[in-house]
């Protein structure tokens, strides 16, 4: 099936860097998305992408759907310890059916404060 | 709190036993989707309604089966359980039917097989 390649697979950062990370994909997608499942919860989307190119910022995060549609970054800046979680990017196929999703297998970020 | 509501939280049953996992989802959503979550894999979509009817089909395998009743809630069965069958189930619901990816997600059941 359809794939997404998160990197990187975990980060342990100290409290105050910024930190980056990335999906790729060989195939073109319609939307990129990104979400945050913390601990016993579900994912909770934190950002949406919809045109190639398109930058957006939700507080300290900054996600970016690339120019060729089969990528996306997501940026955080000046991180703290609630960051904590893993962080899933998520992608609606061009052409795809009705709204399912493809997810990666998502980046693990622990926060050293 | 997403507004999407599941039950149980947890469960735990033995090799070729059947369950059923049940998800309410926001008001006036339409939309269901369940989705699996194990180690190994990361969110793999299994299935979605919308208002009663089936409109999409991801990995689901033919032991599992999935139904939206009129008040919307959705219920997915699990039979013949296997060891492999050991994950997180995730319900979400969206308004709309083709949607924009933006969904709300429960907070997921945990099945264990033993």
């Known amino acids: 099936g359809q794939q997404l390649n998160q990197s990187p697979q975990s980060m342990f950062i100290q409290e105050g860097e910024d930190v980056s990370m990335n999906c790729t994909s060989s195939?073109?997608?319609?939307?990129w998305l990104w979400y945050k499942q913390d601990p016993g919860e579900g994912p909770v989307l934190l950002i949406a992408?919809?045109?190639?190119?398109e930058l957006t910022s939700n507080g300290r995060l900054t996600a970016q759907f690339g120019i060729t549609r089969k990528d996306s970054f997501l940026n955080i800046s000046a991180s703290i310890p609630s960051d904590v979680g893993i962080y899933f990017c998520?992608?609606?196929?061009?052409?795809?059916?009705?709204?399912?999703?493809?997810f990666g297998k998502g980046t693990k970020l622990s926060v050293k404060p | 709190d997403s507004g999407v509501t599941q039950t149980p939280k947890h469960l735990i049953t033995a090799t070729g036993q059947r369950v059923t996992l049940r998800c309410s989802p926001r008001?006036?959503?339409?939309?269901v989707y369940w989705y699996q979550q194990s180690l190994d894999q990361g969110l793999q979509f299994l299935i979605q309604?919308?208002?009663?009817?089936?409109?999409a089909k991801g990995n689901i395998l033919e032991r599992f089966s999935a139904q939206q009743f009129p008040d919307l809630h959705s219920e997915l069965n699990l039979s013949s359980l296997e060891l492999g069958d050991s994950a997180l189930y995730f319900c979400?619901?969206?308004?709309?039917?083709?949607?924009?990816?933006?969904?709300?997600f429960g907070e997921g059941s945990r099945l264990t097989v033993l």
């Open positions: 992408l919809y045109k190639a190119g």
């Open positions: 008001s006036g959503d339409l939309s």
């Open positions: 998520a992608g609606q196929l061009y052409g795809g059916s009705q709204g399912n999703l493809i």
């Open positions: 309604y919308y208002n009663g009817e089936e409109r």
């Open positions: 979400a619901s969206s308004v709309r039917l083709a949607g924009t990816g933006e969904l709300f």
């Open positions: 195939s073109i997608f319609n939307t």
